[in-house]
């Protein structure tokens, strides 16, 4: 399974995983993102999204344990998962160019804006990809021909 988190590049950002080696992901309180994340197991590919500025897939990290309970919530409803980073992608993709792509627009990342744990299809995973490989931003996206007069 593949998964998004989303995080405020000011607050933890991808560099930031990244010297760090990996995190324990908690905090999450949105009912629908801790369901998401107790899902998350070990192996798990997951891209890493700046919110707020950048707006951009910045970044590959992989879950290096399985889901569970946070032992910083004392209620017992909440999740963590540790993740390690993989890789900064060639290019970031921005969330404008995921909106602009039909096969985005069911999509959490374009329909629920707040949510910060949601999980990506293989498909939507190779679409990522191909657009950070190509650096496009997400400028061309396919159109149906045009009909002849």
Known sequence: MNWLVKEEPDSYSFDRLVEDEGTDW??????????????IRRGDGIFYYHTGSERAVVGIARAASDA???PADRTGRNATVRIVPVKRLAHPVPLAA?????AFAHHPIVRMGRLSVMPISDREWSLILKRAERGD????????PRRKK
């Open 98 to 102: 995921l909106k602009a792509d039909p």
């Open 26 to 39: 908690s905090g999450v309180r949105n009912p629908l993102a801790q369901r998401h994340l107790r899902a």
């Open 68 to 70: 569970g309970p946070d």
């Open 137 to 144: 931003a997400g400028n061309e996206v396919p159109r149906k």
